[in-house]
Each structure stands twice: as structure tokens, then as C-alpha cells.
């Protein structure tokens, strides 16, 4: 499709400006020559977008397995719910209880989920929150005077785990995956000194496992006076079932936009508020929106890291997800867990046998399989193209990375049983093709708008914006 | 097996040649398959001291960031600059025109750590 | 309101084919002791109506004034054009566009976003958007300073304070010295490079005053210079930032097409030089074919990302802003060059706002400078109380001591000549 600015036509834009009759105070020389924004009339605009959005796949358009970014429905009431015209206030304003209040609700809820002390909505996505959450195990060092360097992270863990790790001067060590796909209790002990600032965990793991050696884990872990943080990226299976702060867990984040159903917006914004144990609390971004004498307010800590985001963080996405914590209210939470649990394991079992699955165990909200039993060099990533050609986005492929060809099934509590059965025939039809019939995949998609994509050439010759020739 | 006799190997899948007192680094055609589609090589400053075993280099593909050693010690006195426009040149040909750094001042004991191209032929074997 | 579509006998039938009688045997890996015995204290569910009926209610409390606060955050119209796109599925439900051959719509609308960026700005590259203004300027200190090899920065004290608030969070977490430069007549004063990596300035700055960026870059050859604005409307008047060959340009971009929205989502803006593209954080967009040969876009330069180069890469994020980012690429292409003109209506409207307000007795302005739509005025106090049903600015006092008394007003197209003339009745009165 033609670019914008191939479309561009000069003296086409009807978005007009009425000035008035008053002089500029910015001298010539400080003011710019031309602007090159493409011209297009508003119809056109409209158009080129909305043939865009043709090419595009979100969940509206069909089931989206994608392991660990759980791609839910997202409820259209939460898009209403953001549209609200008085929410839509200025953040110094001095007439903000109705926003405080969503944001203190909010955070109450998050507590009793997680069964964690307290909230800061300020991070404005999952590694957002990992990054304030490991300033905070900083901050908490700091004060006690001790200086250790070290965080754990197993190698099955999300690539912003090591990435926030560093990003505060720590060094990422990594512990290794037992048989049984939980962390290795033995390679975990032996790394384990007083120089560990703690290990993030993700729980359920990215192999979909709960770690059945949780509570030893967090205790080996805390007997070195080290910090336990929580990946809350897979909350959605624990929903009503479990609370990561019973599992002794100090410091968690969650992504509003995958457990509480925000939409990804094709990579964002999302939200990921963080909480901490009461110890920690001081540490909490500034402010802090608390309740005091029923009175909702803001409020600074000496002793906080600080502030990590311009205002208070993505409240419009907060909205949401109070409006869907609101909606489906605490049957709905617990349902949602069970659902996606049950989802996962229905899938799992009905590849097996088709398709090889590494960690053949009972999963929670997401499960791996992997390429080793496919014929004729058939790869994950043609299982993925292919899987576009009957309308599925494709799973999570080549994560884990401790899982070779892995791909990583999500399916959601949205899901029904009839698309999962479509999902699993669609499976069983590509595993057959691979044997008679590879050229099919290695060429595929065949049916999507554009046929599969020249990723090297992209990476080779970066083009990154549009050149007039 | 592509391996010409004049090279010598290291385990981590690098090779060199010398002519003089100028030796020439590169990674094998093995490793070349093993990283895919080459997309840049991020190569280092020209005048600088490097270690027997010391980052030489990076070397990208569309998913993974390999880091490349150096064989021997010495002091680099030329990258191969081609390989900024072609990075492709690592996968096409990988014992000749992709071969990244030329060092000198080297130290001529070292070579004898490495292994000869029967010896990795067979370690190739090994790891397969 | 429930979202789960299976029925009681699909879910006793899936557990039959999973070999399990109840649903609990699902979660036999979680220590009994752990599993919750009664439900979470949380209100049960409600219907639609009676959530909207609930959320309309403490919207109420709330309460929108006629307002000229500004300070990072701006009232601007949303043309229709936006909401009528941002709003659709395809777009707002997909995830990342790491499947290209299904994400062409978003990878397409990233490229035209960062080719609109690169001629605002002038720079060489911008990615796909940062969470927003003060993270894209905080993660561009640490981008300097890991190019430059020095663990200082300087940054103006004319930088928004709440992204002050920001850097020094992140510098404190990467053990980078700030060190701040003082203010004069508005504007960043005098300073020294030595032993820094970079120099950070705002412009319009937090006062909305015009920074000397010719006099400043000519100060600092030896070191990068990092632009941060807060009003990115500003760009379709002034002279881009590569004129003045600055190195890095981050912004945030709200102004573009987004709600206040209490202050977020908006989005960050990142633009360089070609020169430091491999260390840019965040998602670039790339052209590319398919095996057709067909032009079509994909993610590119991964490989400095966290998902591949994980504790090496140049900075942790991944999710970023894509709506929002789409939601400023369809507002700049609805007003294209008129762009130009609704900033001249913006400066328009302040210069008139600070004209009659400078003429009051007992209101005076502060900086005698060029500024953009903001501008700082001293009020007397007993002026104040005539404005009670309006919110006239951001008071300046808190962040600047010797600031007493002064408010930073701004003015929008969403601040007529009307309103203001309303405003300049009520104090005269």
C-alpha cells in the first residue's frame, strides 16, 4: 500500500486553521523555513487507515494464543468506560477526587488479589514495573548499608528481567531449569550468597508451570536476607486461586494490559503497577495516592526512589481495568483463572501425541510444545506462518529459550471450546502437511495479505523512515 | 569439508591464517551456518590491543548476538570494512571475503593451543 | 458481566478429555496450604449499566473548570479522524507487531509515524514511541552517557521538575551524577562541560520561553546535547532541532491527538542521528519486501532489544505506546501542514492572554522573553480570588522558591479569545 507521503497532495488538507490578527513574538530567525507533513483531504486520511487496519490482526479478528502475553478479549465497556468526558482532566488540576478515587480503588483491589501490602500505579508497562521494583531492592540496600550486587534470574525468564537487572547496575545470574521444568533448587542454593539482592521470578513459569518448590524457593532466597520479586505476567492463572504475597513474595508487578484486559494497542500502552510488601513501602514511587481520615490525597516520601514517570502513570489505562476488575467482580476473577487453566490443559493434551511437549506435566495458563517431531526440516517458525492461513495469530515461538523450536500456546479463558477444537484440528492439519506436503509451509502464509516477509534484507539495509526520491 | 589446511581453529568456532608476521581472523563456515543470516558485524577500532581469548568482535543475525574471540593476542591493524555494507559476506564466503580483523605483533606460541584442521574436522565431528 | 464463553457441560467435558474429575486437580502443583478458602474481598460483578452508572458517578467528582494549566500535559482538540481509527479492533486489540505478514496495518503506521517525526524534528531516526516525555529523556542520559564513557550529565533547571524528579530516579539507579544548572532570566545559564557525557535542555522550556539552542551547542562540541519538550506543537513553528545539530530530540507527544487523560497514556518521542541508531532503545520500524517482492514493513535492528540481547540490551523496554503513537500519526496527517498554522493559533492566543494580563495592575510578567503558548506571570494574591471557578495556571512557587506568587499559564485552541477575554472581565471587574 502507498505511504502517506506517497499520497500526499499539496493543498489537499481541509483541516483548517483560522488565525487571528495578532503578531508572533518568535523572532524569524528562531522560526522554521517549511513543514513537510503529507497533505491528504480528511476522506483520504480515513481511507488509507482503515485499509491498514485490513492488514492487521487483533483479538477481535480471531483467537490469539500468544504465550505469555495473554491476548484476553478485551471488553468494549472498558473503552466506553475511558471515554467518560470527566475523566478527562488536566493531572495538576485541583479537582481530581474523581480520578484518585479510581486510582485508589484500583490499588486497593490489586492488594487483596495479590494479597501484597501495597500499589504504586505509576509504572506505565510490565518492565517499567520490574525496573522500579528492582530501584526499590537498591533503595532497600542502600539504606540497610549493605552492598550487594547480584540478581537471580532463572533462563527460562522474560529478556526484560536480565535487561532491568542491569539497568540498575546489577549483574544478572542465572539459575537453570530443573528436569521437571521448575527452578533447580540445587543450582539455586549454590548461587545463593550474601552479595544476592533477591531473584525475580515469574510464577507460573514461561514453560506454564507453577513451581511446586515455591515456598522453598523464597525461603532460600530470604534466608539470605535476599528480596523475592514476582513477574506478575502470568497472574491471570492465580486470579481468586493463589496470592503471590502467600508464597512469599516482596515485590510484584502486574500488566494491566494482559491479566485485567486493557487492549496491547499493537505494542501499547499498557500498565504495570507494583507492589510491595510493608517494609518496602517507603520505597514506592512519589507520590503515593493514599486515604487519610476519608480524605483521598497525594503524598511524598523521603525515603522513596522517586518518581519514575511524568505524572502518576497510564491512568486512562487504569480505568479499564477497574472497569473490568468491577465488572466481572470476584466470581468473574476466580472464573477467569479456572477457565484459562482449564483452556491450557485442553489444548495440551489433545496435541500430545502430535506435536512433542518438552515438560509433559499438568500446566496452568500456558503450555509449550516444540518442533523436534516434525518431518522434512519443518520449523516452528513455518508452523507459525502456516497457522495464519486458518486464521490464528501464531503462539509465542522460539520461547522459552531454554526449550529449542519452543512455542508457547496461550489460549485464554476467552477462548471457547469450539475455536480451541478449530485451533487443535488446524494442528493436526499442518503436522500432516508437514509430511506430505512441506512446501506448503515453507512458503506460507498463503492466504495473508503479504506473503512472508524478508526480515534479514530489513535488518541488512536498515530503511527506517521515507525518503521524497 | 570446506576447512582448508593453512588455518588454524579454535573451539569456539573461529579461525586464522597467517601470512608474515599479519594474521587474519574469521569465523568457520560451521559457525557461519550455526548463526543464520549475518546482519552486521560490529567490528572494533583499528590500533587496538587485544588478549588471546579477548572480544574481538559481535556479530548479529536477525535473533541472536554472537560475540566473537580472538585466537591469539596481537595488536589489530585493519577490520574489514566491506563487511559494513555486506555483512553478508560472513554466510557467502565466510574463509575469504568475510573475514573480519587482521592483527599483528602476535604471539607465535599461541598458535600451537589451537587446533589444526584435521583436529577440528573432528571435533566438528564430535559436535554433530 | 462474565467474558468466558465456555458453558458447564464444555467444561465438564474438557475436564473428561483431560483425564481429571475436577477442576482443582488443575491446580495440584500449588501447595494446598496456598489455595484460597473463601472468595476475594471484592464487589461481586455488575452489569453494564450499572458499572456505567457507577464510573459516570465518580467521574462526577471531578469537577472541569475553564483551565489554562499546561506544564507537560495539553488541552488540544482530537480531530475526529483519530478516535474513528484508534478505535478499531485491528488495530487497538493487536498485540506487537512481531508477525509481520498479519501486522502490516501497525508496522506501516509505525514507518509513516517515525517518517513524520524525522520532519518535525529533522533528525535521522525516531522509534515507535517510549512510555513518554520524562523516560524517553531519562533513558536518553543513560544513552549518553553510554556513548561517552562519563557517569555525569548536566541538565538546566529550566527542565520540567517532574522530569527532574525522573532523571534523578534513574541516575540515582545507574549511579550517574546530575548535576543542575542554574536559571537566569528564564533561561539555562552558564556552565562547564568537563567531565560530562552529556547536557540536557528543554525548549520551550518549562517557562515556555525559547532556549538559545545556537549559543548553547556552540558551548558544547565535546559533549551531547539532549533536547526534551513537553509541547511537540511548538516544532511546526520553530526551526528543527537539527539546525541546531542536536544530538538527541525526545518530547512527549501527547499534545498530538491524545486525551489529558490525568496524565497518561501519552507517549514518549525519541529522534537521533543516524550515528547512534544501533543505540536507540525501543522499536524501529523497517522497510523491507516480502518473496514476492512486494514492499512490506517489519520490526528491525532486534538485536538491541531486551527479547534477544537481554541483560546487554540498550534499555529494558518493551511495551511501549502503539495507540497512542497511532493516535498522533492520524492527527498529524489530518492537519498536515496546517499543523504550521494551529501552532501560529496557539502563539497567537498566548501573545494576546500575556499582552492584556501584562497591562492589569497587580499582574505583571516575569520573563520579558520569545515563548511559545506558555508564559509565566506574577499575580497579586487578592487578584487570585476573583478566579475561583478557573484554574489560571500552574502555580511555580513549589518547584521554584523565588518563584513566589507566579503561575505558568497556557493557552490552547481550546482557550478562545472568548474565554480569555472572560477571564480578563472577571479580574478587571
Known amino acids: 500500500m502507498k505511504l502517506l507521503n506517497e499520497k500526499s497532495k499539496t493543498g489537499s488538507s481541509s483541516f483548517n486553521v483560522r488565525l487571528l490578527d495578532i503578531q508572533t513574538n518568535i523572532p524569524e530567525e528562531l522560526q522554521r523555513v517549511d513543514l513537510d507533513l503529507p497533505e491528504l483531504s480528511e476522506v483520504e486520511v480515513v481511507r488509507h487507515y482503515t485499509n491498514l487496519s485490513k492488514s492487521n490482526f487483533g483479538v477481535d479478528n480471531g483467537p490469539y494464543p500468544l504465550g505469555s502475553c495473554t491476548m484476553k478479549y478485551n471488553p468494549k465497556i472498558n473503552e466506553v468506560a475511558a471515554k467518560i468526558p470527566e475523566f478527562n482532566i488536566h493531572p495538576l488540576s485541583q479537582h481530581n477526587k474523581g480520578a484518585l478515587e479510581i486510582i485508589y480503588q484500583l490499588q486497593q483491589y490489586l492488594c487483596e488479589i495479590t494479597g501484597i501490602h501495597a500499589f504504586s500505579t505509576q509504572p506505565a508497562a510490565g518492565a517499567h514495573g520490574e525496573l522500579t521494583g528492582i530501584m526499590i531492592m537498591k533503595a532497600w540496600f542502600e539504606k540497610r548499608g549493605e552492598k550487594r550486587t547480584k540478581v537471580i534470574v532463572p533462563d527460562s525468564s522474560h529478556g526484560t528481567n536480565p535487561a532491568s537487572v542491569s539497568l540498575c547496575g546489577f549483574e544478572p545470574v542465572h539459575v537453570i531449569t530443573s528436569q521437571s521444568g521448575g527452578i533447580d533448587l540445587g543450582d539455586l542454593r549454590q548461587k545463593m550468597s550474601k552479595d544476592v539482592v533477591g531473584i525475580m521470578i515469574t510464577n507460573p513459569n514461561t514453560l506454564g508451570i507453577f513451581d511446586d518448590n515455591i515456598l522453598e524457593i523464597t525461603k532460600t532466597v530470604h534466608d539470605y536476607g535476599g528480596l523475592c520479586y514476582l513477574d506478575g505476567a502470568n497472574m491471570n492463572a492465580m486470579l481468586g486461586v493463589v496470592k503471590p504475597g502467600d508464597f512469599g513474595i516482596d515485590i510484584i508487578h502486574l500488566n494491566l494490559h494482559k491479566t485485567f484486559s486493557t487492549p496491547h494497542g499493537g505494542g501499547g500502552p499498557g500498565s504495570g503497577p507494583l507492589g510491595v510488601t510493608k517494609e518496602l513501602e517507603p520505597f514506592l514511587p512519589n507520590p503515593r495516592i493514599i486515604k487519610e481520615n476519608e480524605e483521598l490525597k497525594f503524598e511524598q516520601s523521603n525515603e522513596s526512589i522517586g518518581k519514575v514517570h511524568s505524572f502518576y502513570g497510564n491512568f486512562g489505562i487504569l480505568l479499564r481495568a477497574y472497569s473490568y476488575i468491577r465488572a466481572i467482580g470476584t466470581s468473574g476473577l476466580r472464573n477467569v483463572a479456572e477457565n484459562a487453566v482449564l483452556n491450557a490443559n485442553y489444548m495440551k493434551e489433545k496435541l500430545k501425541g502430535h506435536y512433542h511437549l518438552p515438560y509433559d506435566r499438568i500446566c496452568q495458563h500456558e503450555f509449550v510444545i516444540d518442533d523436534s517431531l516434525m518431518p522434512n526440516g519443518i520449523t516452528t517458525n513455518d508452523i507459525a506462518k502456516r497457522l495464519m492461513d486458518f486464521g490464528f495469530h501464531p503462539p509465542t515461538i522460539y520461547f522459552p529459550l531454554i526449550v529449542k523450536g519452543a512455542m508457547l500456546i496461550e489460549p485464554t479463558e476467552t477462548e471457547s471450546k469450539e475455536n480451541l477444537d478449530a485451533f487443535i484440528e488446524a494442528m493436526k492439519v499442518i503436522k500432516e502437511e508437514a509430511e506430505h506436503n512441506p512446501e506448503k509451509l515453507t512458503k506460507a502464509p498463503l492466504n495473508a495479505p503479504i506473503g512472508r516477509i524478508d526480515i534479514v534484507h530489513a535488518a541488512r539495509k536498515p530503511k527506517l523512515r521515507w525518503h521524497s526520491k | 569439508m570446506k576447512n582448508p589446511v593453512n588455518l588454524k581453529y579454535t573451539k569456539e568456532h573461529e579461525w586464522i591464517r597467517i601470512d608474515g608476521d599479519i594474521a587474519t581472523v574469521g569465523i568457520t563456515d560451521y559457525a557461519q551456518d550455526q548463526l543464520t543470516d549475518v546482519v552486521f558485524v560490529e567490528l572494533p577500532e583499528e590500533g587496538k590491543q587485544i588478549e588471546q581469548n579477548g572480544n574481538l568482535c559481535v556479530v548479529e543475525s536477525v535473533k541472536s548476538v554472537s560475540d566473537i574471540f580472538s585466537p591469539i593476542s596481537g595488536e589489530i591493524v585493519e577490520v574489514n570494512k566491506a563487511l559494513e555494507n555486506s555483512p553478508e559476506l560472513v554466510n557467502h564466503e565466510p574463509l575469504e571475503g568475510g573475514w573480519m580483523v587482521k592483527l599483528k605483533a602476535i604471539n607465535e606460541a599461541e598458535l600451537d593451543q589451537l587446533m589444526t584442521t584435521e583436529e577440528y574436522n573432528k571435533f566438528l565431528t564430535g559436535i554433530e | 458481566m462474565d467474558y468466558t464463553p465456555n458453558t458447564d457441560s464444555d467444561r465438564e467435558s474438557m475436564l473428561k478429555e483431560i483425564g481429571v474429575h475436577d477442576i482443582m486437580d488443575l491446580f495440584k502443583d500449588i501447595p494446598e496450604d496456598l489455595i484460597l478458602k473463601s472468595p476475594l474481598r471484592i464487589p461481586d460483578q455488575l452489569s453494564e449499566f450499572e458499572l456505567i452508572r457507577e464510573l459516570e458517578k465518580i467521574s462526577k467528582k471531578n469537577k472541569k473548570l475553564l483551565s489554562f494549566l499546561g506544564g507537560g500535559n495539553y488541552n488540544h482538540h482530537i480531530p475526529s479522524t483519530v478516535n474513528a481509527v484508534t478505535s478499531r479492533g485491528e488495530f487497538s486489540t493487536a ?254 492566543l498566548a501573545v494576546y492572554f500575556a499582552g492584556k494580563l501584562n497591562q492589569i495592575e497587580g499582574i505583571d510578567m516575569v520573563f520579558d522573553k520569545p515563548f511559545f503558548n506558555e508564559f509565566v506571570v506574577r499575580i497579586r494574591k487578592d487578584i487570585l480570588s476573583k478566579l475561583s471557578d478557573i484554574e489560571i495556571g500552574v502555580s511555580l512557587e513549589n518547584y521554584y522558591p523565588d518563584l513566589k506568587d507566579c503561575y505558568l499559564i497556557c493557552c490552547t485552541e481550546m482557550t478562545p479569545k472568548e474565554d480569555i477575554d472572560r477571564v480578563l472581565h472577571e479580574i478587571t471587574q
Open chain 3, 95 to 348: 498485540y506487537t507487531p512481531y508477525q509481520p505478514e498479519i501486522s502490516q496495518g501497525t508496522l506501516q503506521a509505525i514507518f509513516e509515524y517515525q517518517s513524520m517525526i524525522c520532519e518535525l524534528t529533522g533528525m535521522d531516526v525516531s522509534n515507535a514511541s517510549m512510555y513518554d516525555g520524562a523516560t524517553s529523556l531519562a533513558e536518553s542520559m543513560i544513552l549518553a552517557s553510554r556513548i561517552k564513557g562519563k557517569k555525569q550529565v548536566l541538565v538546566s533547571q529550566a527542565v520540567n521538575p517532574f522530569y527532574r524528579e525522573v532523571l534523578k530516579t534513574y541516575a540515582r539507579a545507574n549511579e550517574i551524577r546530575i548535576v543542575e544548572i542554574d536559571v537566569k532570566d528564564g533561561l539555562t545559564s552558564d556552565f562547564e562541560t568537563e567531565g560530562s557525557s552529556a547536557i540536557i535542555i528543554q525548549s520551550p522550556n518549562f517557562f515556555g520561553l525559547i532556549e538559545n539552542l545556537d549559543e548553547i551547542r556552540k558551548k558544547t562540541e565535546d559533549i551531547l546535547l539532549i533536547t526534551s519538550t513537553t509541547e511537540p506543537l511548538s516544532w511546526a513553528m520553530l526551526k528543527p532541532f537539527s539546525e541546531y545539530d542536536v544530538d538527541i530530540v525526545t518530547a512527549e507527544g501527547q499534545s498530538f491527538g491524545n486525551p489529558m487523560n490525568f496524565g497518561g497514556p501519552g507517549l514518549g518521542i525519541i529522534a537521533t542521528k543516524n550515528a547512534y541508531v544501533r543505540q536507540i532503545p525501543g522499536r524501529l520500524a523497517g522497510e523491507t519486501v516480502d518473496i514476492h517482492g512486494n514492499r512490506s514493513f517489519a520490526l528491525t535492528l532486534c538485536t538491541r532489544e531486551q527479547h534477544i540481547r537481554r541483560e546487554r540490551a540498550t534499555s529494558n523496554i518493551c511495551t511501549n505506546e502503539g495507540l497512542c503513537m497511532l493516535a498522533a500519526a492520524v492527527y498529524l496527517v489530518t492537519y498536515g501542514k496546517n499543523l504550521r498554522r494551529l501552532a501560529q493559533l496557539n502563539n497567537q
